[in-house]
């Protein structure tokens, strides 16, 4: 009896899990980024630049179907459709970056993106999109904090190892940080990819999953 | 009135007692979750899971991150076929373990029906490989004949997906329907009369065939139930007529109807290295991997359900109308899963966002 009341509560707690699971994800999609923060001569951030690589599998998914000249090779031009499908679905998501301006959340801060393409690399079989979020006012605060992330977790992202973000015609006072996720799991990531080793998205949903760049203009 | 004396009935009391509480815990956090997700975009970072949910994600993320890298090698090296079989085997167990709305709604309806344990496997492993068979049908008419673009793909899985949830409120509502009206009759019958006459008429009318079984060992009594086509009660008999499988296979079509996001993209990559067959048989081993796991929650809500009876059966009256009311509960969130699910309040995959 002890065996089956034992067994009954394992049970029902597993229930309870199985329920609560159905609200949760796990990403389908990782996002190897690095970041530029745009400035103004007169030392506004105008927008941000993102480029974000896809993991093969997703990339071979995303050029399904896709015709080129070459084969297993895409140019700009080839890409260009598929680029367009993927800003206007990202805006849906408000592309996933979100700002702070002095402590502040911005909300609606950004236009439409510009200056959109998919660039591939054939040897890594990789997608990545290039694209510039403008905006909407120019931007002068003491603290700039921008966040990379998807709040559902369908899609993982996590800074390049080498030099993730950069100031392009800052001032020279000004500097930039990243926090970076704590991802107990990300060592194991990288026995097991080695193709995405440079990624740092991070692999399950640890403590935090932020990808947050601080910019400080004293 | 089943005789309650004895240590074995006392437990049986204890047990379902628990039994009873678990499964408002259960709906009381079904309900927390969806709620959970109902914010605004860009709004509040979900909580971060840890302990044992956040260990499965971070187990189901490994396992689906390496099925890339076993493709890819599979492809110079004919062994690493066996590792891409194990590792889909083992992330289709820890993705059933996840996130996906199958393992609820099927633990719900089980919970909302009678069900034998055997009902409940053969429902989990029906609507796993209808998973794993739509996935593959998919991939190989929009990707290899057709040539279609992930878009396309996309589009498709969309509509495919909405077609799904739309069928689980039906289930839903049909389920809810049937057991609340259950309910009423079993507060009518409570209410009109001495509990203890009704109850005994309400036992009887409800589910004649515990009656054999009264004496038997309790866990006999669950493998001498039929396992196909047993009529329980006479509400959804009149609804779905004695064939078991019938009902069942509503069930079925509405879990299982959906493809799940990892296997396309693990299929369309496998298709991409050449490997299309490493793919489907990846797809295949997932789907039994995440069998064996609804499977395994679908053996426990029958078990949970059976509690709930005997404990019923201890009570007169009050205790089929508690009987009732659990059942209505259960039906209501398969329809409260599906509707969440159709508004997208409550997604469990998503196929892109590029």
Redesign the interface.
């Known amino acids: 009896m002890p065996y089956r009341f034992v067994l009954l509560i394992a049970g029902l707690a597993s229930l309870v899990i199985a329920a609560a699971g159905a609200a949760e994800a796990h990403p389908h999609v990782w996002v190897t980024m690095t970041e530029e923060l745009l400035y103004a001569p007169d030392g506004t951030v105008t927008g941000v630049r993102h480029a974000w690589t896809f993991d093969d599998m997703y990339s071979a998914f995303a050029i399904q179907g896709l015709e080129s000249k070459t084969p297993g090779v895409f140019t700009h031009e080839e890409l260009k459709p598929l680029a367009q499908v993927n800003v206007e679905s990202l805006k849906e998501y408000a592309y996933f970056t979100y700002a702070k301006l002095d402590g502040k959340r911005q909300k609606d801060a950004f236009l439409d993106p510009v200056d959109y393409f998919l660039d591939y690399d054939a040897k890594q079989a990789v997608l990545t999109l290039h694209f510039t979020l403008p905006f909407k006012a120019p931007v002068k605060a003491k603290a700039l904090e921008l966040e990379v992330y998807d709040p559902e977790f369908f899609i993982a992202f996590g800074f390049a190892e080498r030099d993730p973000v950069r100031l392009v015609s800052a001032p020279a006072a000004c500097q930039a940080s990243v926090e970076k996720p704590r991802d107990d799991n990300f060592p194991a990531t990288l026995r097991l990819n080695k193709v995405f080793a440079s990624s740092e998205a991070n692999i399950g949903m640890g403590a935090s999953f932020a990808n947050r760049i601080w910019v400080k203009c004293p | 009135m089943p005789v309650t004396d004895g ?2 009935a006392r ?1 049986m009391r ?2 379902a007692t ?2 009873l509480i ?2 408002l ?3 009381a ?2 309900l ?3 709620w ?2 109902v914010g605004p ?3 509040p ?2 909580p ?3 302990g ?11 396992f ?6 076993s493709i ?1 090698a599979a492809k110079t090296d004919g062994s690493a076929y066996w590792g891409l079989i194990g590792i889909s085997f083992l992330y289709g167990i820890f ?1 059933a ?5 199958g ?2 709604v099927i ?2 309806y089980l919970l909302a029906n009678e069900e034998t344990w055997r009902r409940g496997i053969a429902l989990s492993f029906a609507s796993a490989l209808l998973q794993a068979l739509t996935a593959i049908v998919l991939v190989a008419v929009a ?1 290899l004949l057709i ?7 996309g589009d498709t899985v969309r509509a495919i997906e909405v077609a799904s949830y739309a069928l689980i409120v039906l289930l839903g509502a049909r389920l809810f329907w049937v057991k609340g009206r259950g309910f009423l009759h079993a507060l009518h019958a409570m209410r009109s009369g001495s509990p203890n006459a009704h109850g005994d008429g309400q036992a009887h009318s409800y589910n004649g065939h515990t009656h054999d079984h009264h004496h038997a060992h ?2 006999d009594e669950e493998e001498s139930a039929l396992p196909w086509g047993h009529a329980h009660g006479p509400q959804p008999q009149e609804l779905a007529g004695p064939g078991g499988w019938h009902r069942g296979l509503s069930a079925i079509v509405a879990v299982g109807l959906r493809p799940c ?2 296997a ?3 299929l ?2 496998a ?3 050449g490997l299309f067959w490493a793919g489907v048989a990846s797809t295949l081993v997932m789907g039994l991997g995440t069998a064996i796991t609804v499977a ?2 679908a ?3 029958v ?2 359900k059976a ?1 709930a009876k005997r404990f019923a059966a201890t009570r007169a009256g009050y205790g089929s109308l508690v009987l009732r009311g659990l059942e209505a509960v259960a039906a209501l ?1 398969v329809m409260a ?1 599906g509707v969440l699910l159709l508004t997208g309040y ?9």
Do not use: C
Not at chain 2, 97 to 101: R, S, T, Y
Not at chain 2, 147 to 153: F, L
Not at chain 2, 346 to 354: I, K, N, P, V
């Open positions: 240590v074995a437990w204890r047990l628990v039994a678990a499964v815990v259960l709906a956090s079904a927390a979750s969806a959970a997700q975009l860009g709004g970072r979900p971060p899971a840890d044992m949910v956040g260990w499965l994600f971070a187990q189901q993320a490994l689906y991150r390496s099925l890339a890298g890819r993705h373990a996840g996130p996906g709305h393992k609820a633990s719900s990707a040539g279609a673009t992930a878009k396309m793909m309790e866990h996001s990892g396309i993209l693990v369309v990559f298709l991409a290295q395994a929650i053996t426990l809500a078990g949970a509690a969130m899963l409550l997604a469990s995959e998503r196929l892109g966002a590029f």
